[in-house]
């Protein structure tokens, strides 16, 4: 496993597994669990979910998976913006650590900015942490006038991650937002690397692949695994697919690779608003 390390001196999974729209359906549940646990098994222990992804089932769901294994997973979470007030995002952050049946989140995270000013949000989330209840926080889908925002806010400078949509197909913020979090040592939590599935269906991607030798989601994943400050999050509820996306780790590109890849997917030469899904 190749790891990233945080602000605070933490190494954590570079690569991680994802879980939106799991736990949504019983039918699914059992290899859901299964692929979750494998993870484990083969070093995938950072977990990324959200309260919002499917109202707690995730949650649920993850805290079932990680029943007697607990110290073996790094957790991720995320509240609601209409939640992150001083006293909402710490009642939403207990109710998080009941479904996932923790005492502890290893990283909270502001899941988009809504109507609660910074200061409150991070006020809870240093409250949390001084009481043991997160580890780490961090925000998700900021972008840079809303870092730039909230550094200047107490505990502002203390984020340990940005999560954004980050992919081959979404390089965007690559233009202003990942310089200014590169100054600042901030890594970036790439969420839907493959973007949901749909750059395995480029036709693009799927020739530099196949005349590779690896598959589509293998040289998405390992495009954005080759830098030192990236963390992956691909969700997939199969093993076999699990399996498959970590054999990303053993694919290492090429300069020529990288560069046929910035023909294939441009990389922004203007900014852009931050991608969100």
Same mark, same amino acid.
């Given at each position: 496993?190749?790891?990233?390390?945080?602000?605070?001196?933490?190494?954590?999974?570079?690569?991680?597994?994802?879980?939106?729209?799991?736990?949504?359906?019983?039918?699914?549940?059992?290899?859901?669990?299964?692929?979750?646990?494998?993870?484990?098994?083969?070093?995938?222990?950072?977990?990324?979910?959200?309260?919002?992804?499917?109202?707690?089932?995730?949650?649920?769901?993850?805290?079932?998976?990680?029943?007697?294994?607990?110290?073996?997973?790094?957790?991720?979470?995320?509240?609601?913006?209409?939640?992150?007030?001083?006293?909402?995002?710490?009642?939403?952050?207990?109710?998080?650590?009941?479904?996932?049946?923790?005492?502890?989140?290893?990283?909270?995270?502001?899941?988009?900015?809504?109507?609660?000013?910074?200061?409150?949000?991070?006020?809870?989330?240093?409250?949390?942490?001084?009481?043991?209840?997160?580890?780490?926080?961090?925000?998700?889908?900021?972008?840079?006038?809303?870092?730039?925002?909230?550094?200047?806010?107490?505990?502002?400078?203390?984020?340990?991650?940005?999560?954004?949509?980050?992919?081959?197909?979404?390089?965007?913020?690559?233009?202003?937002?990942?310089?200014?979090?590169?100054?600042?040592?901030?890594?970036?939590?790439?969420?839907?690397?493959?973007?949901?599935?749909?750059?395995?269906?480029?036709?693009?991607?799927?020739?530099? !692949?196949?005349?590779?030798?690896? /598959? $589509? *989601? +293998?040289? #998405?994943?390992?495009?954005? &695994?080759?830098?030192?400050?990236?963390? =992956?999050?691909?969700?997939?509820?199969?093993?076999?697919?699990?399996?498959?996306?970590?054999? !990303?780790?053993?694919?290492?590109? /090429? $300069? *020529? +690779?990288? #560069?046929?890849?910035?023909? &294939?997917?441009?990389?922004?030469?203007? =900014?852009?608003?931050?991608?969100?899904?």
């Amino acid at each position: 496993m190749k790891y990233v390390t945080l602000p605070g001196g933490e190494r954590v999974p570079a690569l991680g597994m994802g879980t939106w729209n799991i736990g949504d359906a019983r039918s699914t549940r059992a290899e859901e669990i299964a692929t979750l646990r494998l993870g484990l098994d083969l070093g995938v222990r950072l977990m990324d979910t959200a309260e919002m992804y499917g109202e707690g089932l995730a949650e649920s769901l993850i805290g079932e998976a990680l029943a007697g294994r607990r110290d073996d997973a790094f957790l991720v979470s995320k509240v609601y913006p209409h939640n992150a007030s001083r006293k909402g995002a710490v009642a939403a952050c207990e109710r998080s650590l009941r479904r996932l049946g923790t005492d502890r989140i290893d990283l909270y995270l502001l899941h988009w900015r809504g109507d609660t000013p910074f200061e409150e949000t991070m006020e809870a989330f240093l409250a949390l942490r001084q009481a043991g209840k997160i580890r780490h926080f961090g925000v998700s889908n900021l972008d840079l006038a809303d870092m730039e925002e909230l550094a200047e806010v107490p505990g502002g400078d203390q984020v340990a991650v940005n999560q954004l949509l980050y992919n081959l197909g979404r390089r965007g913020m690559e233009f202003d937002l990942l310089p200014w979090l590169r100054e600042r040592n901030v890594p970036v939590m790439a969420y839907s690397p493959i973007e949901q599935a749909r750059l395995l269906r480029n036709a693009s991607l799927q020739r530099f !692949a196949h005349a590779h030798g690896m /598959t $589509p *989601a +293998q040289a #998405a994943l390992a495009w954005l &695994l080759r830098t030192d400050d990236v963390i =992956a999050i691909p969700k997939t509820s199969h093993r076999d697919r699990l399996r498959e996306n970590l054999g !990303a780790l053993d694919v290492t590109l /090429t $300069p *020529a +690779q990288l #560069a046929e890849l910035d023909q &294939l997917f441009p990389p922004p030469h203007k =900014a852009h608003p931050l991608a969100m899904l």
